[in-house]
């Protein structure tokens, strides 16, 4: 049923389907907003004690501990906090381990942060594109035969999931010895992953870890050594590790929001293995109410490479979107409007939004199309 008539006291917050910054976990937002003015045993805010101070080191320490656990990182990979974002790695990384190699980088493009991607790496050395699937519109990932990988390369670059396209990998792509690079800004924690597959797993926290800010970077020991020493410090894996993050004032609030989190991920879900039961468990309700439509809904990936963070979908004209957007905003479900390159909706679900909210909008979106339909 729709729910109608006036919003209860708990039901003030509204179900926000952004695709980043996105939702973040209510009781993460609520511990925060306790401890806001002053950490406990602290006497100040997160925001306003050192970054080489003993509590924020236990944060810091924490975070990362919990990164390790979540995702059984092994001893030989460094985790490092960042500024910059994602695009700051697209860049980052090949100038670290492509730059001055003589060698060339693969790059497989599943959409726009792919391309987004390989344009920046092109600024640091040779590229080569081993699958493209702009033909199709992005609507998928490649099969094995149909990557032309190089033996040689420096290292093989994909986007585990295209937020804009709602394209996602469900395992790890293999790319023999090559190290492999990963963009997972949007889908990081979203189920337990094979780190040893990874030279390099990057992910800008703002879509499924924590708020903007801060840049989660695995990356392996033996990639860290690469980084040269003429580059400028806060752009070289080597110094930002060895300095354990700690060149500069790192984004602070972030990193302690990152670790509320992971410590939600531990204790309240009970693991990534139990985040993607619920992860598979949303997308299906959505998925479900497209598939069964009979062509009133319109999803844009294939089946078999859908997303489980990112659903976009449209329906057959465009007349009807203003209704479905302000019918739905009735409803609290909000920033629903699909990317300008695909169109539509765009439902982003990520880790922390609740499943009530992805059952109220799929319960809105048929009522919606018995309306219209």
């Not at 033996?151 to 469900?170: D, L, M, R």
């Not at 989190?261 to 497209?290: R, S």
């Amino acid at each position: 049923m729709i729910r109608k008539g006036k919003q209860k006291k708990m039901e003030k917050r509204v179900y926000n389907f952004a695709a980043g910054p996105a939702v973040l976990p209510l009781s993460v937002l609520e511990q925060a907003q306790r401890d806001l003015v002053c950490l406990p045993g602290c006497g100040m805010s997160i925001m306003e004690m050192s970054h080489r101070s003993a509590p924020f080191t236990e944060v810091i320490e924490s975070t990362e501990a919990n990164l390790r656990k979540l995702l059984s990182i092994p001893d030989n990979y460094r985790v490092l906090f960042l500024q910059g974002g994602a695009q700051l790695q697209f860049a980052m990384a090949p100038m670290n381990i492509l730059r001055g190699t003589g060698k060339t980088a693969d790059y497989v493009l599943t959409g726009t942060w792919g391309k987004k991607a390989m344009g920046q790496a092109k600024t640091q050395g040779p590229v080569r594109v081993a699958w493209d699937g702009g033909d199709e519109n992005y609507s998928r990932i490649p099969k094995a035969d149909e990557l032309d990988l190089n033996p040689e390369a420096a290292y093989v670059h994909v986007t585990s999931n295209e937020t804009i396209q709602g394209v996602q990998f469900p395992t790890e792509l293999e790319a023999g010895n090559v190290p492999l690079l990963c963009d997972s800004s949007s889908d990081l924690l979203w189920k337990p992953v094979d780190i040893q597959k990874y030279g390099i797993l990057y992910a800008c926290a703002q879509k499924n870890v924590g708020p903007a800010g801060v840049t989660i970077v695995i990356i392996r020991d033996d990639l860290v050594e690469m980084s040269a020493d003429d580059l400028p410090v806060m752009l070289n894996y080597k110094k930002l590790s060895d300095a354990k993050s700690l060149l500069n004032t790192p984004p602070c609030f972030a990193i302690y929001m990152v670790k509320l989190v992971t410590e939600w991920l531990l204790n309240e879900v009970g693991g990534l293995d139990k985040m993607h039961e619920l992860n598979q468990k949303k997308a299906q309700l959505l998925y479900d109410v497209i598939d069964s439509s009979g062509g009133f809904y319109l999803g844009h990936a294939k089946p078999e490479c859908r997303s489980l963070m990112n659903v976009p979908f449209r329906m057959q004209t465009d007349e009807l979107d203003k209704q479905f957007m302000d019918g739905a905003a009735e409803q609290n479900l909000v920033t629903l409007k699909g990317h300008r390159s695909v169109g539509g909706f765009r439902a982003s679900i990520y880790n922390a939004m609740p499943l009530e909210g992805v059952q109220l909008l799929a319960d809105f979106m048929q009522d919606f199309q018995k309306k219209h339909g």
